[in-house]
């Protein structure tokens, strides 16, 4: 099983920033990828960016490329989501989560095992 808790969520003027934690424990293999979704309400679940962790490799999607930023602390088996620049679009729950990286595809939320309970962002404008 796995579990992850994600924190770091809160209210920010726009163009401010926030760090998005996500602990995991569990068993979480070196084949796994770790993600971050965000869902906004009366909005289905959009993928924002993933870690690959046996090579390391992210990717972001379009619409935050330039301003977040994914990392992971193995040791800690922390995964991170730097956001700078934020906008009012850019509020949502943020939700953490984990599987195999060859169980379909990174941005497909249906693909996915587990689930974190997810932290709220919220940006004025």
């Known amino acids: 099983q796995v579990h992850l808790v994600e924190s770091g969520g809160g209210s920010v003027q726009a163009g401010g920033s926030l760090r998005l934690s996500c602990a995991a424990s569990?068993?979480?293999?070196?084949?796994?990828?770790m993600a971050w979704f965000r869902q906004a309400p009366g909005q289905e679940r959009e993928a924002v960016a993933v870690?690959?962790?046996?090579?390391?490799?992210?990717d972001l999607a379009g619409s935050v490329k330039g301003r977040f930023a994914i990392s992971r602390d193995s040791d800690k088996n922390v995964l991170y989501l730097q956001m700078n620049s934020l906008k009012p679009e850019d509020s949502a729950m943020y939700y953490c989560?984990?599987?195999?990286?060859?169980?379909?595809?990174?941005?497909?939320?249906?693909?996915?095992?587990?689930w974190g309970q997810g932290t709220q962002v919220t940006v004025a404008s």
């Open positions: 989560a984990t599987k195999p990286w060859y169980r379909g595809s990174w941005f497909t939320p249906s693909d996915y095992s587990f």
């Open positions: 569990g068993d979480i293999q070196r084949s796994f990828l």
């Open positions: 870690f690959y962790i046996a090579s390391e490799r992210t």
